[in-house]
């Protein structure tokens, strides 16, 4: 059974019934969550208040930092809330929709019931994995929306809320087969079919992103990758010299080129539109030519922003409420009728919540990222983390916000989903540094 061999990891303590419902709920939120997201609420919802609980009572010690950011959170909502009450009281709700952004601190529950182990990680996240893969090959509706449509050149999205968000998925899949392409592939049982199983992985992970056809997850794998390439490359100059590194280099490039041609001998012409689809919009932003944008996909999303600035400049402080971004689309006349009608998010979570919650709640969200970064590099610096942990956790924030700024995927379950479980793999390793250190102290 799982949570009998569940590590205890840096051994912080809690009852072993509440641990047992606590794992019980982590493994069936992981891996439900995407497959069958009805059977996830309860335990998303038990998985929060157990760990939460269990945080408060035990985790002395590290629980002050993370408890007062949620607690700046909480604060910030409800301050916009109640501006929105005393400004325009027909556009707010009748109380506080504080989940909004407390969800994001959902990762405090999954970083302590993992326990501070790396095995505990690494088998939540391929636990996540292996249930989004599953949900590709064998749940996404039989008509439009499989692998049999994206690869004859149509966008495909598995029935995963729509395309960007499977992409996003295949980015974030991508992402972590490269980060511990090292551990999967090393000398061992089964090797060989360890590596089979990898590669495998990773041409479906690249096909999963081609044919999810979304500009912002190929800029942000491309660019999160080509970083994380150079930082790796620096290391490995260092410490082995230059010719290992033009060894792995060589080997990386020639396997890319391979599935480049591959692709695009299959799906030249479909992604060749997607490309170039946009040019005369890209065209008039760079040029200034605002009112010339069209409200195509990028065209949307430029005109959105330019409304909501306008909105953000009248309210910069607290914002308008929860509902910010639906009231920019739906109150700017000057949006088409079935803009107004379809469309109810600005595309950007950090545009949304500046409109949402003013510039208060982007310093609040900004103070987590900074929290976050300095605990897993704290972490990496102790030798508790795993450099290649520390990597993929390095790309994947640069692709998380490169991807961010052009879709809200913080706002949405599958966004808040990843958040959780990476950041809560990351933070749970700080933590057991944050243990340790106070059990020398003791001692």
Not at 26 to 31: A, D, N, R, S
Not at 77 to 100: E, K, T, V
Not at 355 to 363: E, I, K, M, P, S
Not at 366 to 372: E, R, S
Request: hydrophobic letters at 50%.
């Amino acid at each position: 059974m799982v949570i009998n061999k569940w590590d205890e990891g840096a051994g912080w303590h809690s009852p072993t019934w509440l641990r047992y419902i606590g794992v019980a709920a982590l493994m069936i939120y992981t891996f439900c969550n995407i497959p069958a997201g009805n059977i996830a609420k309860p335990a998303e919802t038990l998985l929060a208040f157990s760990g939460l609980i269990a945080f408060c009572l035990w985790g002395k010690g590290f629980r002050r930092p993370v408890l007062l950011l949620l607690g700046a959170v909480v604060a910030v909502q409800l301050i916009s809330w109640w501006a929105g009450l005393s400004h325009h009281p027909q556009w707010m709700d009748s109380s506080p929709r504080l989940a909004l952004l407390a969800k994001l601190f959902i990762f405090i529950s999954v970083a302590w019931w993992l326990r501070g182990s790396t095995r505990n990680t690494l088998l939540l996240w391929g636990v996540a994995a292996t249930g989004f893969l599953l949900t590709t090959f064998f749940l996404a509706p039989s008509n439009d929306e499989n692998w049999i449509t994206g690869l004859s050149g149509e966008r495909a999205d598995f029935g995963i809320r729509n395309a960007q968000h499977s992409a996003m998925f295949f980015g974030t899949l991508l992402l972590g087969l490269v980060a511990f392409s090292k551990r999967i592939c090393q000398p061992g049982s089964r090797q060989g079919a360890r590596i089979t199983l990898w590669g495998m992985a990773v041409i479906i992970a690249l096909a999963g992103i081609v044919v999810g056809q979304t500009r912002a997850v190929w800029i942000g794998t491309i660019v999160s990758l080509g970083l994380g390439l150079s930082v790796w490359g620096g290391f490995v100059v260092m410490r082995r010299g230059a010719r290992q590194f033009l060894k792995y280099l060589s080997i990386f490039v020639a396997v890319l080129a391979l599935l480049v041609v591959v692709f695009g001998v299959g799906l030249g012409d479909s992604l060749e539109k997607r490309v170039n689809k946009e040019s005369d919009v890209i065209s008039h932003v760079l040029q200034g030519e605002f009112s010339q944008v069209s409200y195509s996909s990028v065209g949307l999303r430029v005109n959105s922003w330019i409304e909501a600035s306008k909105w953000i400049a009248e309210r910069p402080l607290v914002g308008w409420g929860a509902e910010g971004k639906k009231l920019v689309m739906r109150e700017t006349a000057r949006f088409p009728d079935w803009v107004r009608e379809n469309y109810g998010h600005l595309h950007n979570f950090f545009m949304e919540t500046w409109v949402a919650y003013g510039l208060l709640g982007v310093l609040a969200i900004g103070a987590l990222m900074i929290w976050i970064g300095r605990a897993t590099w704290l972490a990496w610096r102790a030798g508790v983390m795993p450099s290649d942990m520390a990597f993929f956790g390095m790309i994947f924030f640069v692709y998380w916000m490169i991807i961010n700024q052009f879709e809200s995927y913080d706002s949405f379950w599958t966004g808040l989903y990843i958040h959780n479980i990476i950041v809560g793999g990351l933070v749970t390793h700080y933590w057991r540094w944050r243990h340790e250190q106070q059990r020398q102290i003791e001692d």
